[in-house]
C-alpha cells in the first residue's frame, strides 16, 4: 500500500507544487463567498426599505426646518449613499453568484 501511495501521490505533487496552497485559497474563498451572500441578501432588503421610507420622508419634508435630523440636504444625501451602497451590494451578489458557477 505504501509503495501505490509514492507512485501515486509523489509524482501528483512534483507535477503540482502548490496544488495544497491553491486548494486552500479555494476554501477561503468559498467561505467568503458563503459569508457575502448571507450578509448582501438581508442587508439589500433592508436598505430598499430604507430608502423607499426616506423618499416618502423628504416629499413630507419639504419647506420644514428641522434641526438635529436627517432632513434637507443630509437626507438627500444619506439616501444618495444607501442608493450607491445598494448598487455596490448588487455588485457583491453578481460577483458571488459567478464565483458559486465555479462550483468552489
Request: net charge positive.
Amino acid at each position: 500500500m505504501g509503495s501505490h501511495y509514492a507512485d501515486v501521490v509523489v509524482p501528483f505533487r512534483q507535477a503540482q507544487p502548490d496544488y495544497q496552497r491553491r486548494w486552500r485559497w479555494g476554501q477561503r474563498l468559498r467561505e467568503i463567498r458563503d459569508e457575502s451572500s448571507r450578509l448582501g441578501g438581508a442587508l439589500l432588503a433592508r436598505l430598499r426599505a430604507m430608502v423607499s421610507h426616506a423618499e416618502s420622508l423628504t416629499q413630507r419634508a419639504i419647506g420644514a426646518v428641522q434641526t438635529g435630523v436627517l432632513a434637507g440636504e443630509k437626507l438627500l444625501r444619506a439616501v444618495t449613499l444607501v442608493r450607491t451602497t445598494i448598487a455596490l451590494l448588487e455588485q457583491l451578489d453578481a460577483s458571488t453568484a459567478e464565483l458559486g458557477q465555479l462550483a468552489l
